[in-house]
């Protein structure tokens, strides 16, 4: 198999270099590019935050995309699971997506559980360290498991669910987050405030 795959690597001729770079879609998109990468416990809050911040960045006429873990797995990831492999393999291809998005000159949202320190320091390392704005976004698992909209921690309780983040599958909350959301006594206003404050000056382009 692997070497099958080296042979089909042969046959790959990228073209990166001759196409538009990415500091001439950043200048005219007058932004600078930059994945934000949120990750959080399920239920958390990541996604609803991400909504709020990508119409705020909107409205100060940035250019983002979101890309949400539930939307990427009903297409592109739509053949994994939830092993650690499966896990692994899921956060890679985001990263790889993300990346042509960053070269593109858009400001990605991500919003993905990618629940070891592991996992994001592989993303990390495909996106490249400075473009890559970590987010954690802090909400006890018992403020998720109470909001429980989807219905996933009722089922991993009962068995329904295997290696579920937070009740049978570990996660690990950064030690190094560019920065951490507090969301337990905090508005989803305020959360994508503070979010606003660290992130502006990272994506303002300057001439």
């Excluded at 070497?3 to 990166?16: A, D, E, G, S």
């Excluded at 297409?75 to 890679?92: A, K, M, P, V, Y």
């Excluded at 329904?160 to 996660?171: L, S």
């Amino acid at each position: 198999m692997l070497k099958m795959k080296h042979q089909q690597n042969k046959n790959i001729f990228p073209i990166f270099d001759k196409i538009a770079g990415r500091a001439e879609k950043e200048q005219f998109l007058n932004q600078k590019s930059k994945v934000i990468w949120m990750t959080g416990l399920s239920g958390s809050g990541k996604t609803t935050i991400a909504i709020e911040l990508e119409k705020e960045l909107l409205k100060r006429g940035f250019f983002t995309q979101v890309l949400d873990g539930d939307n990427v797995r009903a297409g592109i990831n739509n053949n994994l699971g939830f092993s650690e492999e499966d896990r692994t393999e899921n956060i890679r291809r985001i990263a790889e997506v993300a990346k042509l998005f960053l070269n593109g000159g858009i400001i990605t949202i991500n919003c993905f559980v990618s629940p070891t320190n592991a996992i994001r320091e592989n993303a990390k390392k495909i996106i490249g360290a400075t473009d890559f704005i970590e987010v954690f976004i802090d909400t006890p698992i018992e403020i998720c498991e109470k909001r429980d909209v989807k219905g996933l921690y009722k089922k991993a309780r009962a068995g329904e669910i295997k290696d579920f983040t937070g009740i049978n599958a570990p996660f690990e909350a950064p030690t190094n987050a560019t920065l951490v959301v507090e969301t337990k006594n905090k508005t989803i206003t305020q959360s994508v405030d503070d979010l606003l404050v660290a992130i502006l000056p990272l994506i303002t382009y300057k001439k």
